[in-house]
């Protein structure tokens, strides 16, 4: 049973920084990519930002570029999403998942619950 468990979020200004933390278990974590996506209501989740299976590779969605940095510790099992120069438009519940590296397109269907973010003006 895999499980994965989104912490982090919370309620900051704008220009504010957050990091999210997502805890996997259940499967040998090292071997696969990660990502984070995020969802606003009436929209589809959206992929944010990967990493492959050591760390030595990212890439991110144009939208948080220069601003969001993913990386991984693998002896603790976690991913996590370093969010600088937070923006009104980053509002949105943040998932992590194992994805395809390249694609960025999710794999497994495996999902948490999720971490609010919000941004305020």
């Known amino acids: 049973q895999v499980q994965l468990v989104e912490s982090g979020g919370g309620l900051v200004q704008a220009g504010g920084s957050l990091r999210l933390s997502c805890a996997i278990s259940g499967r040998t974590f090292s071997t696969y990519a990660m990502g984070w996506f995020r969802q606003v209501p009436g929209k589809e989740r959206e992929f944010v930002a990967a990493?492959?299976?050591?760390?030595?590779?990212?890439h991110c969605a144009d939208s948080v570029k220069g601003r969001f940095t993913i990386s991984r510790d693998n002896a603790k099992n976690t991913v996590y999403l370093q969010m600088n120069s937070l923006e009104l438009e980053d509002t949105a519940v943040y998932y992590c998942?194992?994805?395809?590296?390249?694609?960025?397109?999710?794999?497994?269907?495996?999902w948490g619950q999720g971490t609010q973010v919000t941004v305020s003006s």
């Open positions: 998942s194992t994805v395809d590296f390249y694609s960025g397109r999710p794999e497994g269907g495996y």
């Open positions: 990493i492959n299976w050591n760390g030595g590779s990212t």
